[in-house]
């Protein structure tokens, strides 16, 4: 019995477009840098909070830019998926106090040259009264 296989030669345009494929899939896409959302960490004092009925608002806080090497103040939106943590139990930010210091995981969203703040988290650590 013939064991033989038949060998067909594979066409040039075949080698071609294999060879592109791969190159294709091997070099890094666009190098224009990724303009989705980040989250950074702050942490600075309450300096204004306003709240709607539904508990959404603003919240401002003065926090120290290494970037500006200065005191700024920064406005970020609550939303109703924003988390407060109050000394480790869930809260709600009308619980948030004028003047007390907090930590927040802000998310920075742009849309062309606008950015928007949103708090994803914010952490307060109330110190502890003795009595």
């Given amino acids: 019995m013939n064991t033989n296989t038949a060998s ?5 345009t075949a ?7 791969t190159m294709a899939l ?3 896409g666009c190098s224009k840098k990724d ?8 942490e600075g004092k309450v300096e204004q909070l306003e709240l709607k009925a539904n508990g959404t608002g603003v919240l401002t806080v003065l926090y120290f830019s290494e970037k500006q090497n200065q005191d700024v103040l920064g406005t970020a ?12 139990v869930i809260a709600t930010a009308k619980e948030i106090r004028i003047g007390e210091r907090v ?8 849309k062309g040259n606008k950015k928007t703040q949103i708090v ?3 952490y307060v650590d109330r110190p502890k009264t003795e009595g």
Avoid at 8 to 12: A, F, G, T
Wanted: proline share 11%; aromatic share 2%; glycine share 6%.
């Fill in 35 to 42: 303009e989705g959302p980040k989250v950074m960490t702050l």
């Fill in 8 to 12: 067909y030669p594979i066409p040039k």
């Fill in 77 to 88: 939106l609550i939303t109703p998926t924003t988390e407060v943590l109050i000394d480790g």
């Fill in 103 to 110: 930590r927040g995981d802000v998310r920075v969203d742009k």
């Fill in 15 to 21: 080698i071609l477009a294999i060879i592109l494929a």
């Fill in 120 to 122: 994803v988290k914010i």
């Fill in 26 to 28: 091997s070099t890094p």
